[in-house]
């Protein structure tokens, strides 16, 4: 059974910077993509940053220059360093990957979310 497990999040005044971790768990033949989203109240769930199959990274517009999505691939593990926090980056952070697990079934997978707090 795969897992992901997210840890990082908090209350941070604006400005300020926050660490995201995400490690992926369990029996993964291959991690196709794995990312970030997030959901602010009465707003869908949106893209943050996330690496591609390719390898490359996408990130929203309104976090570019701000966050860095980084991996330890040994590690199955996805960081995103969040710098020059502001107000409106307060949301539910969500870790996302599409990979195969050790039965080579290829499946999206959620962490729990973690929440970040950013104070004006």
């Known amino acids: 059974q795969v897992q992901l497990v997210e840890s990082g999040g908090g209350l941070v005044q604006a400005g300020g910077s926050l660490r995201l971790s995400c490690a992926a768990s369990g029996s993964i033949f291959s991690i196709n993509v794995m990312g970030w989203y997030r959901q602010a109240p009465g707003k869908q769930r949106e893209l943050v940053a996330a690496?591609?199959?390719?390898?490359?990274?996408n990130y929203a517009d309104s976090v570019k220059g701000r966050f860095t999505i980084s991996r330890d691939s040994a590690k199955s593990t996805v960081y995103l360093q969040m710098n020059s926090l502001k107000p409106e980056d307060t949301a539910v952070y969500y870790c996302?990957?599409?990979?195969?697990?050790?039965?080579?079934?290829?499946?999206?997978?959620w962490g729990q979310g973690t929440q970040v707090t950013v104070s004006s």
């Open positions: 996302n990957a599409l990979l195969k697990s050790g039965t080579y079934t290829l499946n999206t997978y």
């Open positions: 690496f591609t199959s390719g390898g490359s990274t």
